[in-house]
Structure formats: C-alpha cells, structure tokens
C-alpha cells in the first residue's frame, strides 16, 4: 500500500476536527405558523386504563375525536361551560405538542396512552356538554409569543376554591377551573391565570 504524504494526512486531519467542531444545526421550533394541526392521534391502549398495565396496542384516533374522547374523563361533564372550554383547549395543545414527540415503548410507537401517563381517554364517551366545549376552542390555540406549540398541562387540584398554589405555575387546576368559572370568569381568564405569558390564537 502507498504511504501517504505527511501534508496530505495533516490535511485530511485539519478537514475531520473542523467538521467534528461544527455546530449541530439547530431545529426550528415547531410553531402554530409552520406546523399543521395533527388530524390524528396515535393511542397505546393499556389493559385496564391502568397506568402501568402492559400496552395491548395502538389504536389510531382522529384528532378532534381524542379530545373529545378525553374532556369527559379528565373534566366533569356537568361543570360550567367555560370551565369545560378551558379543559378543552388544554387537552388540544397537550395532544397536539405530544403527536411531535412521539416515543417507542413495549416495541410500539404512539403519541400517547390511554391513561393518567398522558391524559385519560375512553373510546367513544363523549357527551354533548365536552363535545360542544371542543367544538368551541377548535379554531384556536394557546402558546408563547412565539408560537411554540407546548402542552398545556393540569393537575385536579382541591374542591371549593381557586387553587392559588397553581396560579403561575403552568399548571391548571382542574378543580379550581371549576370554582373560577362559577364565580363568573371566562375560559380565557381562567387559561391567562394558570398560564403565564401564552396568548389566544386562531389556528386552522
């Protein structure tokens, strides 16, 4: 085999640190401007509805059909409508920012469980009161400046009151959305008061 010449192989090595010290370039963010809204939402079923029960398989859902098929789980169906309103829009964005992140588990790869691992879901529950609070917030979203699409994310909080230790925090409190629109706010004060620094956009 021919030896190389020292300058050529002082070269090659110059090339290779140079492109081994490159930057990585950065991915966009995923934005409501440059990122469709999902039409589906791939579900893993655990037996059971059980958090940690083994995944049976991955049920394939309609977008607006997951939410709807959610809200009626994770808030009370008889709550006021703008409670209802403003669970709906949670719901939405935490599906939406997790069909771009999906994960490969048990060998199957999904957006989300059926479970409180994610957000509660059952086939087909729906009820006229969630369905209509999705209907209502479908056309919108809630994101930074930005538009980063991020999930909205709640927690059940305590009954009877605003759930203060929540406020500013990024997390709702189911429970206190609840006491917050019976005392007369609106989906979109109740959002602006658990979610700092998000605003209300239209989306297609």
Request: hydrophobic share 40%; charged share 10%.
């Amino acid at each position: 085999m021919r030896r190389m010449v020292p300058a050529l192989s002082l070269l090659i090595c110059l090339i290779a640190l140079a492109w081994s010290a490159s930057p990585v370039k950065a991915q966009p963010l995923q934005t409501i401007y440059n990122t469709p809204q999902p039409t589906v939402v791939r579900v893993a079923i655990r037996a059971f509805n059980n958090p940690w029960g083994p995944i049976l398989w991955v049920q394939t859902v309609g977008f607006q059909e997951y939410c709807s098929d959610v809200l009626p789980n994770e808030w009370m169906p008889d709550w006021n409508p703008q409670a209802l309103e403003a669970g709906a829009l949670a719901a939405k964005m935490f599906a939406w920012y997790n069909t771009l992140h999906p994960v490969t588990h048990q060998g199957f790869t999904y957006d989300v469980d059926n479970t409180t691992n994610y957000q509660y879901f059952k086939d087909l529950s729906g009820t006229p009161q969630t369905d209509a609070a999705v209907q209502a917030v479908w056309n919108m979203a809630y994101v930074p400046p930005s538009g980063e699409i991020l999930p909205l994310d709640y927690r059940s909080g305590w009954h009877d009151g605003p759930n203060w230790v929540f406020v500013g925090s990024t997390f709702m409190s189911q429970w206190g959305s609840q006491y917050l629109a019976s005392v007369g706010h609106t989906f979109l004060q109740i959002l602006n008061l658990y979610y700092p620094n998000r605003q209300l956009r239209w989306v297609s």
